[in-house]
């Protein structure tokens, strides 16, 4: 399709595994964001990329969190040695426009539950 | 202090209510305002930008007072259907990223 893809949906894992969330965001769009969100809360700003530079990690929680995006288009944020406190639904969206000036378009998120 | 505060609600509202819900944002150089709905196990979707006049989109009216650093979002007519938890969204000037409130969850009665 045409929207923002995340894989895989769902993830289970034991602690201490590392895992990667996979964002195909929107073709063209140049803006893409990582957030993180609780049951109950909106979402929480983890990182953001302009092409394949990376803007601001600064949500990112420890250094158990790092995201790339090498060519300016799919991104991986990668979990090492996961906590059961990493459990949460993970958000990739995509925005046509640079700067926190334009739409936000949400993939339908992975849910990583950490046992 | 958060960046973007909300009242987390729940607001409970009558088929037919006006029902207004505030957002009050930290930083005074912010440019950008949104309001997202996400509707339960969904995404976030956008539901209006906010611009510095004030604007409309059929029942929805969205409000930014510079001044004060709140925007707001008001509902008239409500439906069922605009159960949901409403989003408040702005831009941090610095970098850019779009940091979200911790949404107003709505619920419409018939």
């Known amino acids: 399709g045409a929207g923002v893809s995340q894989s895989p949906r769902y993830k289970v894992t034991k602690r201490g595994q590392d895992v990667a969330l996979r964002c195909d965001p929107i073709?063209?769009?140049?803006?893409l964001y990582w957030y993180r969100q609780a049951l109950g809360q909106g979402p929480e700003f983890l990182t953001y990329?302009?092409?394949?530079?990376?803007?601001?990690k600064s949500g990112l929680p420890n250094d158990r969190f790092s995201a790339e995006r090498p060519e300016g288009s799919i991104s991986t944020l990668t979990i090492q040695r996961t906590e059961q406190r990493d459990s949460a639904m993970y958000r990739c969206?995509?925005?046509?426009?640079?700067?926190?000036?334009?739409?936000?378009?949400f993939g339908e998120g992975s849910r990583l539950t950490v046992l | 202090r958060k960046e973007v505060e909300q009242d987390p609600g729940p607001f409970n509202v009558p088929e037919g209510a006006t029902v207004a819900f505030n957002c009050t944002y930290s930083?005074?150089?912010?440019?950008?305002f949104f309001w997202y709905r996400q509707d339960c196990r969904k995404e976030p979707k956008l539901l209006m930008s906010?611009?510095?006049s004030g604007n409309e989109d059929g029942r929805f009216t969205a409000q930014l007072n510079r001044a004060s650093q709140y925007i707001s979002l008001l509902i008239r007519d409500s439906k069922l259907s605009d159960s949901a938890t409403y989003l408040c969204?702005?831009?941090?000037?610095?970098?850019?990223?779009?940091?979200f409130g911790q949404g107003t969850e709505l619920s419409v009665k018939p």
């Open positions: 969206a995509s925005s046509l426009s640079a700067g926190g000036t334009g739409e936000l378009f």
């Open positions: 073709s063209g769009h140049v803006s």
């Open positions: 990329f302009n092409y394949e530079a990376q803007q601001d």
């Open positions: 930083n005074s150089a912010s440019q950008s």
């Open positions: 906010v611009y510095s």
């Open positions: 969204v702005v831009n941090s000037p610095l970098y850019g990223k779009l940091i």
